[in-house]
């Protein structure tokens, strides 16, 4: 077997457990890999480049869409396979790309199978392996990440559920392909290499991370109780076919705005203005079902 690193995030609820069941099926299949236990999301970081760096062949990112999105950033563009056993609070990568079913065994073997060409967004801040957002999602993005419990989409239910009361508009500028797009004030903007965020809603439900295009989404601007109408439907996609929901797609999408942030894949990724592109086959991804 060719060189294997794995990473994850040591410090995060039953981290450390997650990397030793890992590293035991591993093992049980006769592969010597090195096996980081870095004790933050920054030194996990560190333990990604430094893996490619060394010559790793695969890298594989235990954890949720926070660790992915870490090996993505390290891995995109390369020869380096993506390995992805999903153990995190919202999963999104794998739910999109088909590998959260079985136990761990499972997972880590289709971990180690043969490797896909799949597609990434690059941005002025780094790559998104899923959905980067802004607006009311990332709100709840941040409002979720600051509770202890409970764990899963139930997270970010109650997330946003806390965060309705401060609901706003947010003016943005969105062209997307050389064309302006949306409203010019939204409430949340989305735009997708894959179907889901938020620990399953699906808010790109055209995106999908081998066609070439990302889909954006806008939300535009409404009063409370019309996005209390609107927001429910995102978990199962049909929010599409709201007159207050525009969808669009593209490839380059450039966004602007002033004291805004862009969260992708669970975290901050940084402040507008954002330049994204769509890059196809960006990611070597292992196990992705046929």
């Not at 399953?200 to 295009?213: L, Q, V």
Request: proline residues 6%; charged residues 20%.
């Amino acid at each position: 077997m060719a060189s294997v690193h794995v990473i994850g995030n040591a410090s995060a609820p039953h981290g450390q457990e997650q990397l030793a069941n890992v590293a035991a099926a591993l093992e049980r299949r006769g592969v010597d890999a090195d096996v980081h236990h870095p004790p933050t999301l920054e030194a996990a970081q560190e333990a990604a480049r430094c893996s490619v760096a060394a010559g790793a062949d695969r890298l594989i990112a235990v954890g949720g869409d926070g660790v992915v999105n870490i090996a993505v950033n390290a891995v995109a563009e390369s020869s380096v396979v993506l390995g992805v056993v999903p153990a995190g609070t919202g999963n999104d990568f794998a739910r999109a790309l088909g590998l959260l079913d079985g136990d761990v065994d499972a997972q880590v073997g289709r971990a180690l199978g043969e490797a896909t060409a799949v597609d990434a967004i690059k941005s002025t801040h780094g790559w998104v392996a899923s959905v980067a957002t802004l607006g009311f999602s990332g709100d709840v993005t941040a409002h979720a990440n600051r509770l202890r419990w409970p764990r899963g989409q139930h997270r970010y239910t109650l997330a946003t559920v806390l965060q309705l009361p401060r609901l706003q508009p947010y003016p943005v500028s969105v062209t997307v392909d050389g064309r302006r797009v949306g409203s010019g004030s939204t409430m949340l903007l989305a735009i997708g290499n894959t179907a889901y965020f938020g620990g399953g809603m699906r808010i790109c439900p055209a995106a999908k991370p081998g066609d070439g295009t990302f889909q954006v989404i806008d939300i535009e601007a409404v009063s409370r109780l019309r996005f209390l109408r609107v927001f429910p439907t995102v978990f199962s996609g049909r929010h599409v076919d709201r007159p207050e929901v525009h969808a669009d797609s593209g490839v380059v999408a450039e966004v602007e705005g002033a004291g805004i942030d862009l969260w992708a894949d669970g975290e901050r990724l940084g402040p507008l203005p954002v330049r994204l592109e769509l890059v196809p086959g960006a990611l070597r991804l292992a196990g992705c079902p046929g």
